[in-house]
């Protein structure tokens, strides 16, 4: 091959090493094997904190029932129902993200908050709540896998119109 002088080839340095700070030393393997352990420990109260979650969503919820969607009153509960999102996985109960990511699907903006069904945004409270109380973590179970992917068909037919946004 024959070479061009009028080349010049620059190789970039790793900024992604440079951010972090360089190799993980050993001190900083033990800061987050405590931290896992930590973590361990915690893991008790999580279905602890999911309820506390839960139980604001459904405040939201029963103000909703009473006024609609539209307004502070929906805007609160898309908020809950996103820390719900976000929590879900994190506390162990992937379901309840699922869940929770169909119900913020369907009201994540003012405009979908204007049309959207009331009752398919309390189903999927009512079906959050039932996974709690039912202690059903994940979609192995085939009736929440089933109630799962019913909601998110109908939401999906709702949010079609807002696929662009």
């Known amino acids: 091959m024959a070479q061009?002088?009028?080349?010049?080839?620059?190789?970039a340095?790793?900024?992604l090493q440079i951010k972090v700070g360089g190799p993980i030393s050993?001190?900083?393997?033990?800061?987050?094997?405590?931290?896992?352990?930590?973590?361990?420990?915690m893991r008790g109260d999580f279905g602890q904190?999911?309820?506390?979650?839960?139980?604001?969503?459904?405040?939201?919820?029963?103000?909703?029932?009473e006024t609609g969607l539209k307004?502070?009153?929906?805007?609160?509960?898309?908020?809950?129902?996103?820390?719900?999102r976000?929590?879900?996985?994190?506390?162990?109960?992937?379901i309840v993200t699922r869940l929770a990511k169909?119900?913020?699907?369907?009201?994540?903006m003012p405009e979908k908050r204007q049309k959207a069904p009331t009752a398919l945004a309390l189903a999927h409270v009512g079906?959050?709540?039932a996974a709690l109380s039912q202690n059903i973590r994940d979609d192995n179970d085939p009736v929440a896998a089933a109630l799962a992917g019913e909601l998110e068909t109908q939401t999906m037919a709702f949010a079609a119109p807002w696929k662009d946004d």
């Open 4 to 11: 061009n002088k009028d080349v010049e080839v620059i190789s």
């Open 13 to 15: 340095p790793n900024m």
């Open 26 to 41: 050993q001190g900083d393997l033990h800061m987050i094997e405590k931290a896992e352990e930590a973590l361990k420990d």
């Open 49 to 65: 904190w999911l309820e506390e979650e839960v139980v604001k969503l459904e405040a939201a919820a029963k103000i909703v029932r």
């Open 71 to 84: 307004g502070e009153e929906g805007e609160e509960l898309f908020i809950r129902a996103h820390d719900l």
């Open 86 to 94: 976000g929590l879900g996985t994190t506390y162990e109960f992937p």
């Open 102 to 108: 169909s119900l913020t699907k369907m009201i994540d």
């Open 127 to 129: 079906a959050i709540r």
